[in-house]
């Protein structure tokens, strides 16, 4: 098993651009979190899916971020317009009915 | 609200030595409880994952119990290695939730 797959892995990017980060769960896995990590504000769940529903959003921090899961295994976290404030360290997880979580590698923002 | 508090937030002990890591949670409804160690600038590694119904699990040279009743898991090294050197996370999972709630985290350094 490959485990969670993000992608990109850094991304750098100028104010006001739109940013695409990606996800891609392990096969069979049910659930599906983003979170962001920051030194200031640790780890943060920002949304988390089950079976494709969005669950909960409510750590989402404003309307310039949005997330879909267009098909059970993938999901994507996107920013539009981007700030220097979303730099951040940005993690998703996946699960089986609770069965433990495994985290993806992160992808990297910054936002100059 | 679950609220999860590690002591120590910092360790440093030389090498070869054992340790434990203490964990404790304020609300024993759990579904589970899993142990994590993030290494600087990486993500998350799962160490090891105890049901509710559990009270310990084992992985090489580490050992985690678990005792809802008190409210507490300890994270057990052996023979500490300098490439345990990490942030160590205790996590849980509350009944009628998916969410994890993070614990503060142990931050270890293991001396050569």
């Known amino acids: 098993d490959a485990g969670v797959i993000q992608s990109p892995r850094h991304e750098v990017t100028e104010m006001g651009q739109e940013v695409t980060l990606r996800c891609k769960l392990i096969s069979g896995h049910n659930s599906l979190f983003w979170y962001r990590q920051t030194m200031m504000r640790g780890l943060e769940l920002l949304i988390y899916f089950n079976n494709n529903v969005p669950i909960d959003d409510s750590g989402m921090p404003e309307d310039r971020f949005s997330a879909k899961m267009p098909n059970a295994s993938f999901s994507t976290l996107k920013i539009q317009p981007s700030e220097p404030r979303d730099s951040a360290v940005y993690f998703c997880?996946?699960?089986?009915?609770?069965?433990?979580?495994?985290f993806g590698s992160g992808t990297r923002l910054t936002v100059v | 609200k679950q609220e999860v508090t590690q002591i120590p937030a910092a360790l440093s002990v030389p090498e070869g030595e054992n340790l434990v890591l203490n964990c404790s949670f304020t609300?024993?409804?759990?579904?589970?409880l899993q142990w994590f160690r993030q290494d600087p600038g990486k993500g998350l590694t799962s160490l090891l994952l105890?049901?509710?119904?559990?009270r310990e699990q084992t992985s090489g040279r580490l050992n985690a119990s678990l005792d809802k009743s008190s409210g507490r898991s300890t994270l057990y090294i052996a023979a500490s290695q300098p490439g345990d050197s990490a942030t160590y996370l205790c996590?849980?999972?509350?009944?009628?939730?998916?969410?994890?709630?993070f614990g503060t985290g142990t931050r270890l350094t293991i001396i050569p």
């Open positions: 997880a996946s699960s089986k009915d609770r069965g433990g979580y495994t």
């Open positions: 609300d024993s409804a759990i579904y589970n």
């Open positions: 105890i049901q509710s119904s559990q």
């Open positions: 996590t849980v999972v509350n009944f009628g939730n998916e969410k994890l709630t």
